[in-house]
């Protein structure tokens, strides 16, 4: 049930900061992947994106856990969210290995293609694909994480 803590709102400080990284991470990285396939950008110009997407989570995640120390209290976890957190790092390590191994077996198949065609997939241009496809899996993994950590949290 929905109880009021010490500070009045009936919000935990665990919950409230795992919808703090679901959501940044849910807005912050997604744009960043975007904007990134939607462009011809070199590595430099990706690397910088990412920076900044880092810098500006860092910073969101810092004010929003400052208002929610001042709103909520922090609660000792208890056996039960340890389970909860074992189980979503779990499905998380679980989408994180499939997205990778699928992510190798589609180089393995690229590589074999340009063999057999006897090119070299693009005049010695680095294909980025795969960076954003592994950037995207590890999107998605942390996304499942968080949000198991908060549908198992609400249970």
């Known amino acids: 049930g929905f109880e009021m803590n010490d500070a009045g709102t009936g919000y935990s400080f665990g919950l409230g900061s795992n919808w ?18 939607m462009g011809e950008w070199d590595v430099f110009a990706l690397t910088v ?14 004010i929003g ?10 609660e000792p976890d208890d056996e039960r969210m340890k389970q909860i957190q074992q189980w979503a790092s779990r499905m998380s390590g679980i989408v994180l290995s499939v997205g990778v191994m ?12 340009q063999t057999v065609g006897g090119g070299d997939g693009g005049g010695g241009d680095v294909d980025l694909l795969p960076v954003y496809l592994l950037f995207g899996v590890f999107i998605v993994s942390e996304l499942v994480r968080y949000g198991l950590l908060i549908f198992g949290s609400r249970a």
């Open 49 to 62: 994106m990412l920076s900044i997407g880092v810098v500006v989570q860092v910073v969101v995640l810092a």
């Open 102 to 113: 699928l992510l190798v077996m589609l180089l393995i198949g690229r590589a074999m293609v």
């Open 65 to 74: 856990h400052i208002g929610l120390a001042m709103l909520t209290k922090k």
């Open 20 to 37: 703090l990284v679901l959501l940044s991470t849910a807005v912050i990285y997604p744009a960043v992947l975007i904007v990134g396939l």
